[in-house]
């Protein structure tokens, strides 16, 4: 999958943060277990939780070793000390090997509980002074239908009247109680028996409870504790890590766009480079959270559970795969129902982008014209489109929650009845189930998780596609390997160079320029007139190399434009568009915008020139006045005279100005052609024009129809010998006028 890909960067937050995921696991499937103890050992056994006692009474001792094998009575003997009052001590040897202890009494412990308890309904209160010669009548007695005296047994054992042999006959009834009992209950009657021994020793049994219960609490909460802080450090780097991919695919896509050229950016739409910058990436952002987040606990949870389940009983795991079954049913018929709208959704998010950009762009054209209803009516249709896929995909998601509810309820239901047959029988505890519920709820709610998550990356993934898609288109105006130094941009003007150009914007459409050669002199004035759609623009563009041509040659200081660096190449030239744009910021950052640490002296000579001093000097703040963006707050006039004064303060070889005077009024057209001629010097000048009057003094005016050079030279040779010209011309201004070769 696509958005993967993106967390290669970052693998060392990867690993940490599926560290972490696992101490957070295993703390989380920790607190079920700590329950189940706390319900079976602190509350049902009392806080007793091993069939090993920590003291033994003497009688309890000797009657236990009494019925455990040889074997089994080295190990126990072995494991407890005589102390001073008579009674029995678990040693430091019985303590670092509880557990094999713990198996080893488990059994002959709980026969002896057993048997005590069954016997002692059968003695007398004289029974203590009794002698072996009695016991072994008793012992006699029991060999027959009749139950026997367990204590007299014993005392039997001890003046070896009866060998353990005989002694493992004569236990029969107690054997044949036992017998086909689960192990886990034989523990419990051995903990049941543990209890018993504990009151007979005088110990305070609520105590011992308590110190158990407040044992587990303390360490439920130091799980719950580890479980928060490192949930909080998961959030946290993951947060953090999809924050840097999301920063990282900005900055390409927009250092990919900066480096498109016209042809790219108008192949995708603003629009949609926007939605792409924004909003897909905003989409990556967050499934990527949700995916450190919750998708790489998920299945750390499921399997870890998946374990506690078979270590708690096995036997009912088959709910659980039942459960996940029916899980991945829902899923799979949501993925299938909303997948396709998924799929649409971004570009329904790209025309409502779209049709907002255009209202807002041309509001004053609509406005004009009295289209509101039009357009509030287009804006509608894109929006609703949206509106319906959006909600498809919502209520598609909210069919999801109740569904997954409903399998969890019918699993705990499900499980209680299962479980409540195995608590009947003995086969587990209460605790167990409760333990075993918990862990089925965990093991399903990360099956939904990823569940849930698995209908947001499709989404995702989408997003990612679109994103990757600008990543991987190829520039088709690139630097070459082998880059031309260009002179610095300070030098004298350049000498341009168009050679047999012939520009189309697409392969196989009509030629906008054919066969176009002229040159433009440093230190000379070259200008470009022609009708609509001559192809004039479309020469400054070439020039800049926002396009390259077709075939022939742009050629500056008789090089090549394709073999400098564009940013070498564009160092040279100081360009303003035919729609002049201005940025956000103050009068000084825009027309120093080429050079932020230009001097003021310098920002307002080029305010001087292009003839913007006099509105800006009327501000009270002057260079530091405030302009919006696009410069909105100032007029069309004063908008195009401080972009021509931006290219001005550049100090650029060569001036390309792209109809750039249309919006000045004719006196303020001649002062500003004054002001280039006096201040130039030897720059190179390209003006594209629709007025006449402003390429009178040309020293070559270049003439285009329909994207071919119909004429070349001054106003007079024109004028005598170009027809195209001539009607131009004679459009605009009087014989008499241009017969003065300019108008102020």
Not at 132 to 148: I, L, N, T
Not at 193 to 203: I, Q
Request: aromatic share 8%.
């Amino acid at each position: 999958m696509r958005i993967i890909r993106y967390l290669k960067g970052h693998i060392g937050a990867l690993v940490l943060i599926i560290a972490l995921l696992v101490v957070q696991a295993f703390a989380d499937l920790s607190l079920p277990r700590y329950t189940s103890d706390l319900v079976d050992v602190g509350i049902q056994q009392g806080g007793i939780d091993r069939p090993s006692p920590s003291e033994f009474t003497a009688d309890t001792f000797e009657a236990v070793c009494m019925l455990a094998s040889p074997d089994e009575e080295d190990v126990i003997r072995s494991s407890y000390d005589e102390v001073s009052d008579g009674s029995y001590a678990i040693n430091e040897k019985g303590l670092d090997n509880r557990d094999e202890l713990d198996e080893t009494l488990a059994k002959p412990f709980a026969e002896v509980h057993f048997a005590r308890s069954e016997s002692a309904q059968q003695r007398d209160g004289s029974a203590e002074g009794e002698d072996a010669s009695v016991g072994e009548q008793r012992v006699s007695d029991a060999q027959g239908e009749g139950p026997y005296d367990f204590d007299a047994l014993l005392d039997a054992y001890r003046a070896n009247a009866v060998s353990k042999e005989e002694v493992s006959a004569l236990v029969a009834q107690a054997e044949s109680a036992l017998a086909g009992i689960d192990d886990s209950i034989i523990e419990q009657q051995a903990i049941a028996a543990a209890m018993a021994e504990y009151e007979k020793l005088g110990y305070d049994m609520g105590s011992l409870q308590m110190s158990y219960l407040f044992s587990i609490g303390a360490k439920m909460l130091g799980v719950a504790a580890v479980m928060m802080l490192a949930s909080i450090a998961v959030g946290f780097l993951a947060s953090r890590t999809a924050a840097k991919v999301a920063r990282g695919l900005r900055e390409r896509l927009f250092s990919r766009v900066l480096a498109f050229s016209d042809a790219e950016v108008q192949a995708f739409s603003a629009a949609s480079l926007i939605t792409r910058g924004t909003n897909d990436i905003q989409q990556i952002q967050m499934v990527l959270v949700v995916l450190l987040r919750m998708v790489l606990y998920a299945p750390i949870l499921a399997v870890g559970g998946m374990f506690m389940v078979s270590s708690t009983n096995f036997s009912m795991s088959w709910i659980i795969a039942l459960a996940v079954a029916a899980i991945f049913v829902v899923i799979f018929i949501l993925m299938a129902v909303a997948m396709p709208k998924f799929k649409i959704m971004q570009k329904l998010i790209d025309r409502v982008n779209l049709v907002s950009r255009e209202m807002l762009n041309g509001i004053s054209v609509i406005r004009a014209f009295g289209r509101q209803s039009f357009e509030e009516d287009r804006f509608d249709e894109a929006n609703v489109a949206l509106m319906k896929t959006q909600l498809f995909t919502n209520r598609a998601m909210t069919f999801m929650m109740p569904t997954m509810m409903l399998v969890m309820n019918a699993v705990s239901v499900l499980i209680m009845w299962v479980g409540g047959s195995y608590i009947d029988s003995g086969a587990i505890q209460t605790g167990d189930m409760i333990a075993f519920i918990t862990y089925s709820m965990v093991i399903i709610m990360s099956f939904l998780m990823m569940g849930m998550v698995s209908v947001m990356l499709p989404r995702a993934d989408v997003a990612a596609q679109r994103v990757n898609e600008v990543l991987e288109t190829p520039v088709s105006i690139g630097d070459p390997d082998d880059a031309v130094a260009a002179k610095p941009a300070e030098s004298e003007g350049a000498r341009i160079e168009f050679r047999d150009v012939t520009f189309a914007y697409d392969k196989g459409s009509e030629p906008v320029l054919k066969n176009v050669s002229f040159v433009a002199e440093p230190g000379k004035t070259t200008a470009i007139i022609g009708s609509t759609g001559s192809g004039k623009s479309t020469v400054i563009k070439l020039i800049e190399r926002f396009y390259d041509v077709t075939s022939g040659a742009v050629l500056l200081d008789g090089v090549d434009v394709r073999r400098f660096a564009q940013r070498d190449l564009r160092a040279q030239l100081g360009y303003v568009p035919q729609k002049a744009f201005l940025f956000s910021g103050t009068v000084r950052s825009n027309v120093a915008y080429a050079d932020e640490s230009m001097d003021a002296e310098q920002v307002a000579l080029a305010c001087d020139i292009a003839q913007a001093s006099e509105f800006v000097e009327s501000r009270p703040e002057g260079l530091e006045a405030e302009v919006s963006q696009g410069g909105s707050n100032v007029s069309g006039g004063q908008r195009q005279r401080l972009s021509i004064a931006r290219a001005l303060a550049c100090d650029a070889r060569v001036l390309l100005f792209d109809d750039s005077f249309s919006a000045l009024d004719y006196k303020t057209d001649a002062r500003l052609r004054e002001g280039l001629a006096k201040h130039l010097g030897s720059k190179t000048v390209i003006i594209v024009a629709q007025r006449i009057a402003t390429v009178l003094s040309a020293d070559r005016i270049v003439v285009l129809e329909n994207g071919c050079m119909v004429g070349c030279g001054t106003h007079e040779e024109l004028m005598a010998s170009c027809e195209t010209y001539q009607e131009i011309a004679l459009s605009q201004l009087s014989e008499e006028e241009l017969k003065g070769g300019d108008s102020r």
